[in-house]
């Protein structure tokens, strides 16, 4: 799929790139933050000014239902929650990877692990980028159970211990804004260079980030969630690759 995509996409020029909003069936454990009109104004405005948008990852929220393992039945329930963003994210113009929380999407709607890009002699490949967290590729479950726990939290309201816990979160996937700290950022520099990509775009971090690894390029398209509006532009043809907040 994302071989056939770059195949007929070559001629792209302009991209914007979104990730995490964590939509949900609505109510505590529900992490999107926006209002859907107000959210479909961004989308109108990134429709309008880029030829593609890449939804990277965690687009839905389905490890907070209230037991575990009900990841199929979540992801129906968020789709029926957010009705007309549902309906805009399966438009042409829109393109889709799957993160570790909206796995499911995989199986249930044939959503890619990533999309691998050539255009304007530059080699881009999108992923949402849990590959490369110890926890979430080595020991899932105990990752799902973790987010499960973490949306428990937030259903009792206990939102500073919530709060605590995505820090030690982060904390433990080595997600650093100094890029020369970042170890999740290193980990796919080492990946891009196996696999002779000249610019990695990840999210899964939260961590809008654009830095330079020598003649390679890494990005991250942080979060839409909790009311954030954050994306990437992509011009491969100017050169152009900029990280935005707000719009």
């Known amino acids: 799929m994302a071989t056939g995509w770059s195949r007929r996409k070559r001629g792209i020029m302009q991209l914007a790139v979104i990730s995490d909003l964590h939509l949900g069936r609505r109510g505590r454990t529900d992490g999107f933050g926006h209002d859907d009109a107000a959210f479909l104004r961004f989308l109108y405005f990134l429709?309008?000014?880029f030829e593609q948008i890449v939804l990277l990852g965690d687009i839905w929220e389905t490890l907070t239902g209230t037991l575990p393992g009900q990841a199929k039945a979540e992801l129906r329930a968020a789709q029926e929650a957010h009705p007309e963003l549902t309906r805009r994210f399966r438009r042409r113009k829109y393109r889709h990877v799957h993160g570790n929380h909206d796995i499911v999407s995989r199986d249930a709607d044939?959503?890619?692990?990533e999309i691998i890009l050539r255009a304007d002699g530059v080699r881009l490949l999108f992923t949402h980028g849990h590959q490369s967290d110890e926890l979430v590729a080595h020991r899932p479950q105990a990752s799902e159970l973790g987010v499960w726990a973490g949306g428990w939290l937030r259903r009792l309201r206990l939102?500073?211990?919530y709060r605590i816990a995505s820090s030690?979160?982060?904390w433990r996937g080595g997600v650093s804004p100094d890029?020369?700290?970042c170890t999740f950022q290193r980990a796919w520099m080492h990946r891009a260079e196996r696999r002779d990509v000249d610019v990695m775009v990840t999210g899964h971090t939260h961590l809008a980030t654009r830095a330079e690894h020598g003649a390679?390029?890494?990005l991250n398209s942080g979060s839409c969630s909790e009311g954030n509006f954050s994306y990437l532009?992509?011009?491969t043809r100017r050169g152009d690759?900029?990280?935005h907040e707000g719009f």
Not at 110 to 113: A, C, H, L, R, Y
């Open 233 to 235: 532009a992509i011009d």
């Open 159 to 161: 939102d500073p211990i």
């Open 47 to 49: 429709e309008g000014n």
């Open 179 to 181: 890029s020369t700290r």
């Open 216 to 218: 390679r390029l890494y």
């Open 168 to 170: 030690i979160d982060q």
């Open 110 to 113: 044939g959503i890619p692990e």
């Open 241 to 243: 690759y900029t990280v």
